[in-house]
């Protein structure tokens, strides 16, 4: 699909810049906060099965307000059912990967074993024994932030397009990742 500047909508839709944002911020807050992840499918597992099912976590970079003011996009990703789990906005250090990973159920963080790339933030807040870190492992998250790449313009490397403020950019990244969720629910 064509991505189109939000100046681009208001010329073509005749409207202005505020009338746009402000429906923008009604359609971004309806995105539930569990992004209307299908739990259903971990939750019939027991524990033991549970330590099989091997999740995905990741980071983008991404910009708000300027090249300059970095923001990562955490992402935790499940293969087994092609769904974002949880994703935060945030710094690259230990305590934001601490806060994604507290967006996920407390059996899921008990149980089940994590991939990550060599990123040190991974080392210190997952359980050794859970965690598994290695490139060849991460290839499901790494093509989805290509999809999420291509589809976003907010998040295209090397755009003159980004957030200006950090509660649109957390809002709309939200809302499209649960879009992509619902998708999922079709290929299972």
């Given at each position: 699909?064509?991505?189109?500047?939000?100046?681009?909508?208001?010329?073509?839709?005749?409207?202005?810049?505020?009338?746009?944002?402000?429906?923008?911020?009604?359609?971004?807050?309806?995105?539930?906060?569990?992004?209307?992840?299908?739990?259903?499918?971990?939750?019939?597992?027991?524990?033991?099965?549970?330590?099989?099912?091997?999740?995905?976590?990741?980071?983008?970079?991404?910009?708000?307000?300027?090249?300059?003011?970095?923001?990562?996009?955490?992402?935790?990703?499940?293969?087994?059912?092609?769904?974002?789990?949880?994703?935060?906005?945030?710094?690259?250090?230990?305590?934001?990967?601490?806060?994604?990973?507290?967006?996920?159920?407390?059996?899921?963080?008990?149980?089940?074993?994590?991939?990550?790339?060599?990123?040190?933030?991974?080392?210190?807040?997952i359980p050794s024994d859970q965690h598994h870190p290695s490139k060849a492992l991460t290839?499901?998250?790494?093509?989805?932030?290509?999809?999420?790449?291509?589809?976003?313009?907010?998040?295209?490397?090397?755009?003159?397009?980004?957030?200006?403020?950090?509660?649109?950019?957390?809002?709309?990244?939200?809302?499209?990742?649960?879009q992509r969720n619902l998708m999922a629910h079709h290929y299972y």
């Amino acid at each position: 699909s064509e991505r189109v500047s939000l100046r681009g909508i208001c010329r073509s839709m005749e409207v202005s810049m505020t009338w746009l944002m402000n429906f923008a911020a009604s359609i971004w807050e309806q995105t539930p906060d569990n992004l209307g992840v299908d739990y259903e499918l971990l939750e019939n597992l027991s524990d033991e099965e549970l330590q099989s099912v091997e999740i995905q976590l990741d980071e983008m970079w991404s910009f708000v307000g300027c090249k300059k003011n970095k923001r990562w996009i955490w992402v935790v990703y499940c293969p087994a059912i092609k769904q974002v789990l949880a994703f935060h906005v945030g710094g690259r250090g230990k305590a934001d990967a601490e806060k994604m990973l507290d967006k996920l159920p407390q059996r899921l963080r008990d149980h089940c074993q994590f991939a990550t790339d060599y990123w040190e933030a991974y080392y210190q807040t997952i359980p050794s024994d859970q965690h598994h870190p290695s490139k060849a492992l991460t290839f499901f998250i790494e093509g989805y932030f290509t999809g999420v790449r291509a589809r976003v313009s907010r998040l295209v490397r090397r755009s003159v397009a980004f957030s200006k403020k950090l509660e649109n950019h957390v809002a709309a990244i939200g809302y499209f990742l649960w879009q992509r969720n619902l998708m999922a629910h079709h290929y299972y």
